[in-house]
């Protein structure tokens, strides 16, 4: 598979470019895991960061992966540049690309934006999250989390909780989870779905209580109140008592299921604080497995030299860390 850039899920062709993907980030799950967690890989490619919005794990695990990968990083952040002073993401980005760089990492408020900034410069373009639009590699950190813990996502019951509308992480693990043959159920108050939910390959529950005992997957998402323009909910207290993981519906979930969220998690909201703590919660293995899948992207996009590969197992071996 090759792709000049990732700003959809649907980039990946399916199924078995997400398998791909998922393959590849084993190996680099292994290379994460030595003493000295690095390979030469990407040596003399430079990464760049462009942030117009705030992250902790997604932009720090990007930079941990192009270093493992050694590759060259720089980083931008609009509080602290001339974008203060007036200047466009159009000129922003066509600067960044003058100094030489060969991916450029883009998180923005406005659903598209990477999509814009893909259509102005050669570099390769990764969507870190695009407004309420998509996130692609937090998708595929999911999917790998989902794997690790449970074997495949084939078959599997995965119940998404909570503020759906303004979630892009929601619009990807859809695509994804039901392109690997997962069943996705989105489980909300009618004010926390999107409008319209045509062509989405979901079933929707307003009961929490119903669906759980059912789940193999939980995974809850925050209320994203910076992107709420209006009064969704009566209280977030009421929220919290009907969507909210308490402690005494997780010891309703079957033996095996998996509790996820994407972070940054509001303790006592959408999950009891002690129940991300529970052996069942993946949240931290997520965070984990975020580098070595951000590794296998970035590899994917720019390591494979002037013979594109076909297959993940070629391009493990051209990383030379099989
Ligand atoms: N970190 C995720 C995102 O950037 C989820 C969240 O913010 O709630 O979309």
Not at 33 to 53: D, N
């Amino acid at each position: 598979m090759t792709i000049a850039d990732l700003l959809s899920i649907d980039d990946l062709g399916g199924a078995d470019g997400i398998e791909d993907v998922l393959r590849l980030t084993d190996s680099f799950v292994e290379v994460t895991e030595r003493s000295i967690p690095r390979v030469p890989a990407l040596r003399g490619k430079t990464v760049a960061s462009l942030f117009y919005e705030d992250s902790t794990r997604t932009r720090m695990s990007f930079e941990t992966a192009a270093k493992r990968l050694s590759a060259d990083t720089m980083s931008f952040s609009v509080a602290s540049s001339s974008v203060k002073k007036g200047e466009s993401l159009r000129d922003t980005a066509l600067t960044i690309e003058a100094m030489g760089v060969d991916a450029i990492v883009v998180r923005h408020s406005s659903s598209g934006a990477p999509h814009r900034v893909a259509g102005w410069v050669d570099a390769a373009v990764v969507n870190a999250g695009d407004g309420w639009h998509e996130h692609p590699t937090q998708a595929l950190l999911d999917c790998y989390t989902i794997r690790q813990r449970l074997g495949g996502l084939g078959g599997l019951h995965i119940m998404i909780v909570g503020d759906v509308k303004h979630s892009r992480v929601a619009r990807s693990d859809v695509a994804a989870f039901s392109a690997l043959g997962a069943e996705v159920t989105l489980v909300a108050p009618p004010t926390l779905l999107p409008p319209s939910l045509e062509g989405w390959p979901v079933r929707v529950s307003h009961d929490l209580d119903t669906v759980l005992p059912g789940a193999d997957v939980v995974y809850l998402l925050r209320m994203q109140q910076e992107r709420m323009t209006e009064a969704l909910l009566p209280t977030l207290r009421e929220y919290t008592t009907r969507y909210g993981l308490s402690r005494r519906r997780a010891e309703r979930l079957g033996a095996g299921a998996v509790v996820m969220h994407p972070g940054p998690m509001n303790r006592g909201v959408e999950i009891a604080p002690e129940v991300a703590d529970l052996p069942q919660a993946a949240i931290i293995d997520q965070v984990r497995n975020g580098v070595a899948v951000r590794m296998a992207v970035l590899y994917l996009l720019l390591g494979s030299g002037p013979e594109k590969v076909p297959t993940a197992e070629r391009l493990v071996e051209q990383a030379g860390v099989a």
